[in-house]
């Protein structure tokens, strides 16, 4: 019998068993969720018959019973049962309970946006910005303040969505169906569940794995599919109701000017991925700038039907006239007949048809690579926007200003943004790699007096500064004349260089505008990507007016060490006069990028986060003594672990000054589609990271605490910090961690999920762990319910301090000081989805006795992190302060743990199998593989 908490509808037997009246769910999303689970069990029963369902009731039964009872022996008898199923039974049940957290989230989805609709909108996040800083600082302080604001958001190709885009565009299209309210018994819910049922099935029958593993012109693709969605149907309605809010406090938006834009390192990040070569980068590119026009295309195209003006009634504009006539002069072949015949009387539409025509011709362009013609096609996003300041300025002549400034003005900040490429291109690569450039270009020369590789960071800082001043090329032409100068790798490196400047001639300059360079440890790794670019013919820092730099240099500060020297390396590399001069050309903006999940791996999260937020001082206090607005590139994952968490808190949680309008971060795998698959989350996501920035900016330009308390918190932050290091590095300096590791956690089945293009491993020197990449190491503590990356070392900090009598201190931070309680907010969080009962399974059952005693030493650190916090925070349990969110994890394990225990069954298959030295099954991959997407559907993450 299921137990009390099942969901029992004595005349449906078809049904996935639920926890349909748990009063941890609010009842109308107990009521979706209970209604497709009715759905998803007839569709296992139409597929499977009656057994799988009565196999699901009975292993989620016997699972809560074991869990609840925390018995080694109960998980062990759930153990052999489930090691003892046919693999295809043990597949279709563990694709039961993935496909039941699907539905699950899709319907979740669904009422965060009911939420969301039911709010007041001056309860949200952009009004209340907006209204709090005119209350502060005025209409003046707001517009300044406004006109500041430059918000990048950058998707990259992180691979930690599991998830196929085949299977998200169908949970979308339920999510749509369940959008729209309908009454239990009418045609509207019978039609309802007839199309829910229809899209549940082809679901199942949907293979959630992908046979391949995607290149970068796939993730790029998977990228347009949500930034097409942005442009049309998001951003125009943000841009306008932020316009409206701000001119109610009188402030407006400049022409043209958009607040917020998006970035890609799809195609670009270079950085241990041997499959982004310069080729690859040109075909993304390509792929952008198809969606893009297809975006200014649409947006053109709707104005047509819109501006029907008439010269005869307003009067005829010389300007206007002059501009189609150039228009038809150019190549009138593009320009149709019969609409110009059409609308003769109605120039805007005119204007707007040869505005279209133009982007064709454009495209056309991209695809054939011909050159720029002046006048038939556009050679960029600013040429676009000529055209539309030409068209508001003519309206305004002849008393159309509300026409001006209404879906004209929208449209042509939407295309501002957009472009020709949709989203700016960074490009990223290790910065031993272009030493190794370097390293060939000098031996060559022979002017210094031994070999380049064998310089100090010091010398090649001065002999990288020197050249880069120097007015004669390196190597010049010879680099592509002489094929010898160069190896095939080191050649690769070079290439991406020749192809930005290619990119630049085809796109603008505006298609790439950063180049960013993995593991900077000196000013010197700087300067040598500064050097090659200029041999490519992107810098020329001599000649007067003629002096340009078409791309920026950012350093990308990582671990430790680096982070802990940020102000010096940003110090050395703005007292250079060449690389300073390069800044001068970039309009005196230096962008600098904080890497969270090196550093979290390095040092763990406390340490981490405290330094990353000293060196955001250091380099606020640099950046300011040598004239420089710094904006700080913050590369956020989606796991806590990897830097995540709610997006307003880390950007508010930053020091005082550091924001100045300028920020850009990182969205990244599970992270995109959560946010960003329906428009009207995509929406609040837009509005709570420009409303945070714009808080920041504008009110938090000076400490919210006295100085002295401030200083006072960073002593004991500090004192929290050493000791959660010292006890983060007993575990990762263990010389069996790694055995410990790989057998405790299915981190060697993740290259087999094909989720994304890049190796889970580096390829530069780094071995073993050292060289694991930070997803992966994410990857497996979390499937294994571990999660030591997201909190291990918090409680041996936060005790340190406590006994050493600083406890009214860590009060005192927790109740005033915002980045303090924001870290502890999540470490919190992450303590709450961390299991160590199902961990203890996963340990007792892969792992070599002789290596339990790290499992008692990460147990023994998470109890006391758990009585820590709740110590700290003054709650009796874990997320007591979140009770949402506590509800959401305690329903969610009780169908996580059955799949948790059926990847510890399927591991246990694998491993006999390969100490067997038998090959692996298809089919016991399939079912090992469906187990690592069933967890990370129900934590909704993986790394």
Same mark, same amino acid.
């Given at each position: 019998?299921?137990?009390?908490?099942?969901?029992?509808?004595?005349?449906?037997?078809?049904?996935?068993?639920?926890?349909?009246?748990?009063?941890? $769910?609010?009842?109308?999303?107990?009521?979706?969720?209970?209604?497709?689970?009715?759905?998803?069990?007839?569709?296992?029963?139409?597929?499977?018959?009656?057994?799988?369902?009565?196999?699901?009731?009975?292993?989620?039964?016997?699972?809560?019973?074991?869990?609840?009872?925390?018995?080694?022996?109960?998980?062990?008898?759930?153990?052999?049962?489930?090691?003892?199923?046919?693999?295809?039974?043990?597949?279709?049940?563990?694709?039961?309970?993935?496909?039941?957290?699907?539905?699950?989230?899709?319907?979740?989805?669904?009422?965060?946006?009911?939420?969301?609709?039911?709010?007041?909108?001056?309860?949200?996040?952009?009004?209340?910005?907006?209204?709090?800083?005119?209350?502060?600082?005025?209409?003046?302080?707001?517009?300044? =303040?406004?006109?500041?604001?430059?918000?990048?958001?950058?998707?990259?190709?992180?691979?930690?969505?599991?998830?196929?885009?085949?299977?998200? #565009?169908?949970?979308?299209?339920?999510?749509?169906?369940?959008?729209?309210?309908?009454?239990?018994?009418?045609?509207?819910?019978?039609?309802?569940?007839?199309?829910?049922?229809?899209? $549940?099935?082809?679901?199942?029958?949907?293979?959630?794995?992908?046979?391949?593993?995607? #290149?970068?012109?796939?993730?790029?693709?998977?990228?347009?599919? %949500?930034?097409?969605?942005?442009? +049309?149907?998001?951003?125009?309605?943000?841009?306008?109701?932020?316009?409206?809010?701000?001119?109610?406090?009188?402030?407006?938006?400049?022409?043209?000017?958009?607040?917020?834009?998006?970035?890609?390192?799809?195609?670009?990040? +270079?950085?241990?991925?041997?499959?982004?070569?310069?080729?690859?980068?040109?075909?993304?590119?390509?792929?952008?700038?198809?969606?893009?026009?297809?975006?200014?295309?649409?947006?053109?195209?709707?104005?047509?039907?819109?501006?029907?003006?008439?010269?005869?009634?307003?009067?005829?504009?010389?300007?206007?006239?002059?501009?189609?006539?150039?228009?038809?002069?150019?190549?009138?072949?593009?320009?149709?007949?019969?609409?110009?015949?059409?609308?003769?009387?109605?120039?805007?539409?005119?204007?707007?048809?040869?505005?279209?025509?133009?982007?064709?011709?454009?495209?056309?362009?991209?695809? #054939?690579?011909?050159?720029?013609?002046?006048?038939?096609?556009?050679?960029?996003?600013?040429?676009?926007?000529?055209?539309?300041?030409?068209?508001?300025?003519?309206?305004?002549?002849?008393?159309?200003?509300?026409?001006?400034?209404?879906?004209?003005?929208?449209?042509?900040?939407?295309?501002?943004?957009?472009?020709?490429?949709?989203?700016?291109?960074?490009?990223?690569?290790?910065?031993?790699?272009?030493?190794?450039?370097? =390293?060939?270009?000098?031996?060559?020369?022979?002017?210094?007096?031994?070999?380049?590789?064998?310089?100090?960071?010091?010398?090649?800082?001065?002999?990288?500064?020197?050249?880069?001043?120097? +007015?004669?090329?390196?190597?010049?032409?010879?680099?592509?004349?002489?094929?010898?100068?160069?190896?095939?790798?080191?050649?690769?490196?070079?290439?991406?260089?020749?192809?930005?400047?290619?990119?630049?001639?085809?796109?603008?300059?505006?298609?790439?505008?950063?180049?960013?360079?993995?593991?900077?440890?000196?000013?010197?790794?700087?300067?040598?990507?500064?050097?090659?670019?200029?041999?490519?013919?992107?810098?020329?820092?001599?000649?007067?007016?003629?002096?340009?730099?078409?791309?920026?240099?950012?350093?990308?500060?990582?671990?430790?060490?680096?982070?802990?020297?940020?102000?010096?390396?940003?110090?050395?590399?703005?007292?250079?006069?060449?690389?300073?001069?390069?800044?001068?050309?970039?309009?005196?903006?230096?962008?600098?990028?904080?890497?969270? !999940?090196?550093?979290?791996?390095?040092?763990?999260?406390?340490?981490?986060?405290?330094?990353?937020?000293?060196?955001?001082?250091?380099?606020?206090?640099?950046?300011?003594?040598?004239?420089?607005?710094?904006?700080?590139?913050?590369?956020?994952?989606?796991?806590?672990?990897?830097?995540?968490?709610?997006?307003?808190?880390?950007?508010?949680?930053?020091?005082?000054?550091?924001?100045?309008?300028?920020?850009?971060? @990182?969205?990244?795998?599970?992270?995109?589609?959560?946010?960003?698959?329906?428009?009207?989350?995509?929406?609040?996501?837009?509005?709570?990271?420009?409303?945070?920035?714009?808080?920041?900016?504008?009110?938090?330009?000076?400490?919210?605490?006295?100085?002295?308390?401030?200083?006072?918190?960073?002593?004991?932050?500090?004192?929290?910090?050493? =000791?959660?290091?010292?006890?983060?590095?007993?575990?990762?300096?263990?010389?069996?961690?790694?055995?410990?590791?790989?057998?405790?956690?299915?981190?060697?089945?993740?290259?087999?999920?094909?989720?994304?293009?890049?190796?889970?491993?580096?390829?530069?020197?780094?071995?073993?762990?050292?060289?694991? +990449?930070?997803?992966?190491?994410?990857?497996?503590? @979390?499937?294994?319910?571990?999660?030591?990356?997201?909190?291990?070392?918090?409680?041996?900090?936060?005790?340190?301090?406590?006994?050493?009598?600083?406890?009214?201190?860590?009060?005192?931070? %927790?109740?005033?000081?915002?980045?303090?309680?924001?870290?502890?907010?999540?470490?919190?969080?992450?303590?709450?989805?961390?299991?160590?009962?199902?961990?203890?399974?996963?340990?007792?059952?892969?792992?070599?006795?002789?290596?339990?005693?790290?499992?008692?030493?990460?147990?023994?650190?998470?109890?006391?992190?758990?009585?820590? $916090?709740?110590?700290?925070?003054?709650?009796?349990?874990?997320?007591?302060?979140?009770?949402?969110?506590?509800?959401?994890?305690?329903?969610?394990?009780?169908?996580?743990?059955?799949? !948790?225990?059926?990847?510890?069954?399927?591991?246990?298959?694998?491993?006999?199998? =390969?100490?067997?030295?038998?090959?692996?099954?298809?089919?016991?991959?399939?079912?090992?593989?469906?187990?690592?997407?069933?967890?990370?559907?129900?934590?909704?993450?993986?790394?």
């Amino acid at each position: 019998m299921p137990d009390s908490d099942a969901l029992v509808v004595p005349t449906l037997t078809s049904e996935f068993p639920v926890v349909g009246d748990d009063p941890h $769910i609010d009842a109308p999303l107990r009521a979706t969720v209970r209604r497709l689970s009715t759905l998803l069990g007839r569709t296992l029963a139409d597929q499977h018959g009656q057994e799988l369902l009565d196999l699901v009731e009975q292993v989620r039964t016997t699972t809560k019973e074991a869990k609840s009872q925390d018995s080694e022996a109960s998980a062990q008898d759930v153990q052999s049962f489930l090691a003892a199923l046919p693999l295809e039974q043990a597949t279709a049940l563990t694709r039961a309970f993935t496909q039941y957290f699907l539905l699950a989230n899709a319907a979740e989805q669904v009422y965060r946006v009911r939420a969301l609709d039911e709010r007041s909108s001056e309860d949200s996040w952009v009004p209340r910005t907006v209204r709090a800083v005119a209350e502060e600082l005025g209409p003046e302080g707001l517009q300044k =303040a406004v006109d500041s604001l430059d918000v990048r958001l950058v998707f990259t190709a992180h691979p930690t969505e599991a998830s196929r885009r085949a299977v998200l #565009t169908k949970l979308r299209r339920i999510s749509d169906i369940l959008a729209e309210e309908t009454e239990e018994g009418t045609a509207e819910r019978r039609r309802q569940d007839r199309d829910l049922a229809e899209l $549940i099935e082809t679901l199942w029958q949907t293979d959630e794995l992908r046979r391949s593993r995607p #290149t970068p012109q796939d993730e790029a693709r998977n990228a347009l599919y %949500y930034l097409r969605q942005i442009f +049309r149907q998001t951003m125009p309605g943000m841009l306008d109701d932020l316009r409206d809010e701000l001119r109610a406090h009188g402030a407006d938006l400049r022409e043209g000017q958009v607040p917020l834009r998006f970035g890609s390192w799809i195609g670009g990040d +270079r950085d241990g991925n041997p499959y982004v070569t310069a080729e690859v980068t040109r075909d993304v590119l390509k792929l952008q700038a198809e969606t893009a026009i297809d975006v200014a295309l649409e947006a053109v195209s709707e104005l047509i039907l819109e501006l029907s003006v008439s010269s005869e009634l307003t009067g005829d504009d010389e300007e206007l006239r002059a501009s189609l006539a150039d228009d038809l002069e150019h190549d009138p072949r593009d320009l149709d007949p019969v609409q110009q015949e059409l609308y003769h009387e109605e120039p805007y539409r005119l204007k707007l048809g040869a505005m279209r025509a133009k982007l064709h011709a454009t495209r056309e362009r991209i695809r #054939t690579g011909a050159p720029h013609e002046h006048g038939r096609d556009y050679a960029s996003g600013e040429e676009v926007q000529e055209d539309f300041h030409l068209l508001r300025e003519t309206l305004r002549r002849h008393g159309g200003v509300r026409a001006a400034d209404g879906a004209l003005a929208i449209a042509q900040q939407v295309l501002s943004a957009s472009g020709l490429n949709l989203a700016t291109l960074d490009v990223r690569e290790h910065s031993e790699k272009h030493h190794e450039v370097l =390293a060939r270009l000098f031996d060559r020369v022979g002017e210094l007096d031994r070999p380049y590789g064998e310089l100090s960071r010091e010398e090649r800082t001065t002999v990288l500064g020197r050249e880069l001043g120097s +007015r004669r090329p390196l190597v010049g032409s010879a680099i592509t004349e002489d094929p010898s100068i160069l190896d095939d790798a080191t050649r690769v490196t070079y290439n991406v260089f020749r192809e930005i400047r290619d990119a630049h001639r085809l796109y603008g300059t505006s298609v790439i505008e950063s180049y960013i360079i993995s593991m900077t440890h000196g000013a010197d790794d700087v300067l040598a990507a500064a050097l090659l670019a200029r041999e490519a013919g992107l810098l020329s820092l001599t000649g007067g007016e003629e002096k340009r730099a078409d791309i920026g240099f950012v350093p990308l500060l990582e671990e430790v060490s680096e982070l802990r020297h940020a102000g010096e390396i940003l110090d050395q590399l703005l007292s250079d006069p060449s690389y300073r001069e390069i800044v001068r050309l970039r309009g005196d903006r230096q962008e600098v990028m904080l890497g969270y !999940s090196d550093g979290n791996k390095d040092a763990g999260v406390i340490t981490s986060q405290w330094e990353i937020h000293q060196a955001q001082r250091a380099l606020r206090d640099v950046a300011a003594r040598h004239g420089v607005t710094l904006r700080l590139f913050h590369g956020r994952g989606g796991s806590v672990g990897r830097g995540g968490g709610p997006t307003y808190d880390a950007i508010l949680a930053q020091p005082y000054g550091v924001l100045e309008g300028e920020i850009k971060f @990182t969205e990244q795998g599970e992270v995109i589609s959560d946010k960003y698959m329906l428009p009207s989350l995509a929406r609040e996501n837009l509005d709570l990271s420009l409303a945070a920035v714009l808080e920041g900016s504008a009110l938090h330009t000076a400490p919210r605490t006295p100085e002295k308390t401030l200083e006072r918190f960073g002593e004991v932050m500090q004192s929290v910090s050493d =000791a959660a290091f010292t006890r983060y590095r007993t575990l990762v300096d263990d010389e069996n961690l790694p055995e410990y590791f790989v057998s405790s956690t299915p981190v060697e089945q993740l290259g087999n999920l094909n989720i994304g293009s890049r190796p889970s491993k580096r390829t530069t020197s780094d071995k073993g762990l050292d060289g694991l +990449r930070a997803i992966p190491w994410v990857f497996g503590w @979390t499937q294994s319910r571990q999660i030591v990356p997201g909190w291990f070392g918090a409680g041996s900090g936060l005790k340190a301090a406590r006994e050493a009598g600083l406890e009214p201190d860590l009060h005192e931070m %927790y109740r005033c000081w915002h980045f303090f309680r924001t870290v502890i907010s999540n470490v919190e969080m992450t303590l709450a989805k961390t299991d160590m009962q199902i961990a203890a399974h996963y340990v007792h059952s892969l792992v070599p006795e002789h290596l339990w005693y790290l499992f008692d030493r990460i147990r023994e650190e998470y109890e006391l992190s758990v009585a820590e $916090i709740e110590r700290l925070t003054g709650v009796l349990d874990l997320l007591d302060n979140q009770p949402i969110l506590k509800r959401t994890l305690a329903v969610r394990d009780r169908y996580l743990d059955p799949i !948790s225990y059926m990847q510890v069954a399927m591991l246990q298959r694998a491993r006999a199998a =390969a100490e067997a030295g038998e090959e692996l099954s298809p089919e016991l991959q399939r079912a090992l593989l469906t187990t690592i997407n069933g967890v990370a559907a129900g934590l909704k993450n993986t790394g």
